[in-house]
């Protein structure tokens, strides 16, 4: 895609993919080489940052997002788990909204992030800092 449409884009502009953390975590189910796609679009992200960066001054970054229950997640199949699980576990207790993704999106792609570059950002409520769920049965055997 940059090879194609980084000449034309104006220096200071900005490209964004979408990836998910199974690209770093086990999530059972979410196979059939998703995972490994995501993780090579994360290593992309930063090369392309460095190279477009390099030779048309745009920047590209990633938005890492929490499970959201859009018709195409819907094709996992336990999406609504997941929706679930990221209530229950994630710092923040809410279900995450698509405007939200969207809004991170509109601000990597804004001149308030002109010098962010090659990152990974998370819009996933705080999940993805949990190593433990606060609902594994290790805690609930521990709080009893």
């Not at 690209?23 to 995501?38: Q, R, T, W």
């Not at 336990?78 to 993704?101: C, G, H, T, W």
């Not at 792609?109 to 998370?122: E, F, I, K, N, Q």
Request: hydrophobic share 40%; with cysteine.
């Amino acid at each position: 895609m940059m090879q194609r449409f980084g000449p034309i884009m104006n220096p200071g502009g900005s490209a964004i993919s979408l990836t998910y953390i199974a690209s770093e975590h086990v999530i059972p189910g979410y196979g059939g080489g998703m995972s490994s796609a995501k993780a090579a679009l994360e290593s992309d992200t930063k090369m392309l940052a460095y190279e477009a960066g390099r030779k048309h001054q745009v920047r590209v970054n990633t938005i890492s997002a929490g499970p959201l229950g859009s018709r195409a997640a819907k094709a996992i199949g336990f999406i609504d788990d997941m929706i679930r699980y990221s209530y229950a576990n994630a710092p923040i207790q809410k279900e995450l909204a698509a405007q939200e993704v969207g809004n991170v999106a509109a601000f990597l792609c804004s001149p308030l992030a002109s010098a962010v570059t090659g990152h990974t950002m998370y819009v996933d409520n705080g999940l993805n800092i949990m190593g433990l769920a606060t609902d594994s049965k290790t805690l609930l055997e521990r709080d009893a």
